[in-house]
C-alpha cells in the first residue's frame, strides 16, 4: 500500500466518506470565503503595505512564500505519486493536474525568489496561508487524481475549452503583472510606484484579476464544486486587495490615472 494511502485510510472509512469530506471541505471554504469577506470590509490583510506587528513578529518575505505554498506543491505530489490516484490515466484530469501544477510550481518554486524589496509577513498571514495551501491542494488534487469522472468527450466541450482558455490568459495576465510589479523597483528598493503597462493600464490589481480569470476558467473547465469553491475565495480574497490597493494608490499618488479602474475594466 503507498504512503499516503495508509494515511487517508485513518483517516476516512470508505471512498464515499472521503468523497463526501471533500464535498464537506468546498461549503466550507466558501463559507470561510463569506467570512473573510465581511473581515476585509473592516481590515486590511495584514500584508505588504499594510503590514502590522499586531499580527505576530515578521517573517522575511522570500521565505515566507516559499515556506507558505510549498504545501500546495508537497501535498499534491503526495497524493499522485504515493497515493492511490485511480483518475490519473484520464485526459481531463491530467489537463486539470498540469493547469494546477503550472501555476503552483511558479508560486512556491519561482515567485519567492523574484520577489524585489517585498515587506515581511506578519506570522499570523504566513500561518494561515500555509494551512489554506494545504486545505486546497488536498481538495483539488485529491478530487481530480481520485474521483472527478467526466463525461465522455469533455475536452472537446465548451465548457471546458472556454474554461481552459481562461485559465491560461489569466495566467499570462497574472505573471505579466507580477513582473511589471516587480520591475517597478532596483534592487534593494522598497517604495511604490504607480505600476504603467499592461492590464495595469485598465486596473490596479492586474496581477489580482489575472489570478481571478484564472482560477474561474480552471472552476469551468473542472466544473465541480470543488474547484468552483477555490475561484470564489480566491475571487473574495482578491477583489478586496485590488480594492483596498486602488483606494491606496489614489491617496498617495496625486497624478495616479483617474480612468484607471480597481479590478474591473472601465467598470469597478
Ligand atoms: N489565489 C489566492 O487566493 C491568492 C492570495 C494571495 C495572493 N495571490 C497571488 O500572489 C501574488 C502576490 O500577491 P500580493 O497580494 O503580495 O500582491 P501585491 O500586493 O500586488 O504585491 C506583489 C509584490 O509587488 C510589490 N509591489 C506591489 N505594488 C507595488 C508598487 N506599486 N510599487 C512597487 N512594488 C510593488 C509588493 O511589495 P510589498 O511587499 O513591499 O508591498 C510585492 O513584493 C499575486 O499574483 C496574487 O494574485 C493569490
Request: glycine share 6%; aromatic share 18%; proline share 5%.
Amino acid at each position: 500500500m503507498e504512503f499516503m494511502d495508509s494515511i487517508v485510510e485513518m483517516l476516512f472509512t470508505s471512498s464515499e466518506e472521503e468523497l463526501y469530506i471533500l464535498d464537506c471541505l468546498s461549503y466550507l471554504m466558501m463559507l470561510l470565503a463569506l467570512l473573510t469577506g465581511l473581515t476585509l470590509l473592516f481590515e486590511n490583510v495584514p500584508y505588504g503595505r499594510y503590514t502590522s506587528s499586531k499580527y505576530g513578529f515578521p517573517v522575511n518575505v522570500k521565505v515566507a512564500w516559499f515556506v507558505q505554498e510549498l504545501p500546495a506543491l508537497l501535498v499534491p505530489v503526495g497524493l499522485i505519486f504515493w497515493a492511490s490516484a485511480l483518475k490519473i490515466s484520464h485526459l481531463p484530469n491530467q489537463l486539470l493536474l498540469c493547469m494546477y501544477f503550472c501555476h503552483y510550481v511558479q508560486r512556491s518554486l519561482v515567485y519567492p525568489f523574484l520577489i524585489r524589496g517585498g515587506k515581511p509577513t506578519p506570522f499570523a498571514s504566513f500561518a494561515l496561508a500555509f494551512v489554506f495551501c494545504i486545505y486546497n491542494g488536498y481538495l483539488q488534487v485529491r478530487y481530480l487524481s481520485q474521483y472527478a469522472d467526466f463525461p465522455q468527450g469533455w475536452v472537446s466541450h465548451p465548457c471546458f475549452i472556454t474554461g481552459s482558455c481562461l485559465w491560461l490568459l489569466g495566467w499570462i495576465i497574472n505573471l505579466h503583472s507580477d513582473q511589471i510589479l516587480r520591475n517597478l523597483r532596483s534592487p534593494g528598493e522598497t517604495d511604490y510606484k504607480i505600476p504603467r503597462g499592461g492590464v495595469f493600464e485598465y486596473v490596479s490589481g492586474a496581477n489580482f484579476l489575472g489570478e481571478i480569470v484564472e482560477w474561474a476558467g480552471f472552476a469551468l473547465a473542472a466544473h465541480s464544486v470543488h474547484s468552483f469553491a477555490f475561484a470564489f475565495f480566491t475571487f473574495i480574497v482578491l477583489s478586496s486587495r485590488a480594492i483596498s490597493h486602488h483606494k491606496w494608490y489614489l491617496k498617495k499618488f496625486e497624478d495616479y490615472p483617474k480612468s484607471r479602474k480597481a479590478l474591473i475594466p472601465f467598470v469597478l
